[in-house]
């Protein structure tokens, strides 16, 4: 199977799994990216079954839009059942790295609103160690240097990314060679560095549900609830 299979694969899982649960009144968080991109895709398939959905990014946005989904603002959703997202990395304990589509602030925010966050991604995101892929840092554009600077202290070595600037009109810095043995405590040093909003380690609120789409088929693993 090719990877873009894969993909489809996992997004299909994902809505056998949303779909019975949705309701009239339901909105869908919705994540970024090409994985993200083939759930749309399904789920407009069932346009009157749900209300509508928040997004991650404006590309999600635009997409859902163009097939008629509305799209809430998350300020005005009181509560979000289901966030269906792709990722750049998963660990068997479901921590996650995100952003390499620039969205990781969005989509923490959207994650953390929601009771059931479902990762989708084909089997070459599954690592035993978070960290090959570098880790996206969304930063404010004057603290670039200062933060590249305490990025450094950590062990990493920061790039810029050059061109891209985010939905929140800030820059991305790509941290490779981070030592990431814990992932939460890394999440949370980053996390308070002047000037970064927010780093692409989903580890203080990993995935709850991840279907791993494998040649064999796809795999679902579960968090335990705290
Ligand atoms: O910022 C982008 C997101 O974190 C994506 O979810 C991540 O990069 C995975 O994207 P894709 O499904 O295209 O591999």
Redesign the pocket.
């Known amino acids: 199977m090719t990877q873009d299979q894969l993909?489809q694969a996992v997004a299909q899982a994902a809505l056998d799994l949303v779909l019975p649960q949705l309701t009239a009144k339901s909105i869908i968080g919705i994540?970024?990216?090409?994985?993200?991109n083939f759930f749309i895709d399904l789920l407009a398939k069932y346009r009157m079954e749900f209300d509508g959905a928040v997004a991650s990014?404006e590309a999600s946005a635009k997409r859902l839009r163009t097939y008629g989904i509305p799209v809430y603002d998350l300020n005005s959703v009181p509560e979000l059942e289901f966030y269906v997202?792709?990722?750049?990395e998963t660990n068997e304990h479901l921590e996650l790295i995100?952003?390499?589509?620039?969205?990781?602030t969005r989509?923490k925010i959207v994650a953390a609103v929601a009771d059931t966050f479902i990762c989708i991604?084909d089997e070459s995101?599954k690592v035993t160690q978070l960290g090959a892929f570098p880790l996206?840092v969304e930063v404010i554009p004057m603290a670039r240097s200062h933060v590249a600077r305490q990025l450094v202290e950590l062990g990493g070595d920061p790039v810029y990314r050059e061109g891209v600037v985010t939905d929140n009109g800030n820059v991305i810095l790509d941290v490779y060679h981070l030592n990431i043995s814990s992932a939460p405590e890394l999440e949370n040093q980053i996390n308070n560095i002047v000037g970064v909003v927010t780093n692409?380690l989903f580890a203080q609120r990993p995935a709850d549900i991840l279907l791993l789409g494998t040649a064999q088929g796809v795999q679902q693993l579960k968090r335990p609830k705290a």
Do not use: Q, R
Request: proline share 4%; no cysteine; charged share 25%.
């Open positions: 993909k994540g970024t990216g090409s994985t993200a990014s997202d792709g990722a750049d995100k952003g390499g589509g620039a969205a990781l989509e991604a995101k996206p692409g």
